[in-house]
């Protein structure tokens, strides 16, 4: 069972053009992070959210948490070749043993 | 200052061989985390150490993985007699106290059993 699934799955743009990708599940998180992963290196974390309904602004991206902290969205405004990556959500689980979940991830490709 | 770092990079291996592959957390990060990565998929979640609790294996595949920590630091992650199965990139991660779910990863091991 996949507790968190990511949306779409691989995005090819062009520089210049918008993005969203989302996390949704059923469950609940108390809190939810975004990592960025390049070819051959570790995820790096780019946000943390832990209120529903915040937002986040980290220059050119924009992070949501759902009101009913279920799901996220992460936007990118006039995405660069630089933004290339993999796109992981995590989250953390509620109730007696917390645990970190992660989603397969949005790989995206932005095009010169 | 020094992040996480994996040794080493790249390891191939037979079939039926044991492996060990190492993780140096963050200077004065309490938790360590080791996840595999396969292709195409997400980060699967293997082990946690926290301080001096006693680990949380919850996600070891099999009897054939076992880690350590040696004194609250450096970690070794073992898996024993190796399937082909076992190939993937294996990442550890460090979080300090304070912020025990914000992780930070090292680079990785890409272990290819043949």
């Known amino acids: 069972t996949q507790l968190l699934k990511q949306s779409p799955q691989f995005l090819s743009i062009q520089e210049g053009e918008n993005l969203t990708v989302y996390c949704n599940s059923s469950?609940?998180?108390?809190?939810l992070q975004w990592y960025r992963q390049e070819p051959g290196e570790g995820p790096v974390l780019l946000v943390t959210v832990v209120t529903g309904g915040e937002v986040k602004k980290l220059k050119r991206l924009t992070f949501q948490f759902g009101d009913a902290r279920k799901d996220s969205s992460l936007h990118i405004t006039a995405a660069q070749t630089g933004d290339t990556g993999l796109y992981l959500c995590?989250?953390?689980?509620?109730?007696?043993?917390?645990?970190?979940?992660f989603g397969k991830g949005t790989k995206l490709t932005v095009n010169p | 200052g020094a992040g996480v770092s994996q040794s080493p990079s790249n390891k191939v291996t037979e079939k039926g061989k044991d492996v060990e592959l190492r993780c140096d957390p963050i200077?004065?990060?309490?938790?360590l985390y080791w996840y595999r990565q396969s292709l195409g998929q997400g980060l699967e979640f293997l082990i946690y150490?926290?301080?001096?609790?006693?680990?949380?294996k919850s996600g070891l595949p099999s009897d054939r993985f076992s880690a350590e920590r040696t004194g609250g630091s450096v970690s070794t992650l073992t898996i024993q007699r190796t399937q082909q199965e076992d190939s993937a990139v294996y990442l550890c991660?460090?979080?300090?106290?304070?912020?025990?779910?914000?992780?930070?990863f090292g680079p990785g091991t890409r272990l290819t059993v043949t």
């Open positions: 469950s609940v998180f108390s809190s």
């Open positions: 995590a989250g953390v689980t509620q109730g007696g043993s917390e645990k970190l979940v």
């Open positions: 200077s004065g990060h309490t938790a």
């Open positions: 991660a460090s979080s300090p106290t304070t912020k025990h779910y914000e992780q930070y």
């Open positions: 150490f926290q301080g001096n609790s006693a680990p949380d």
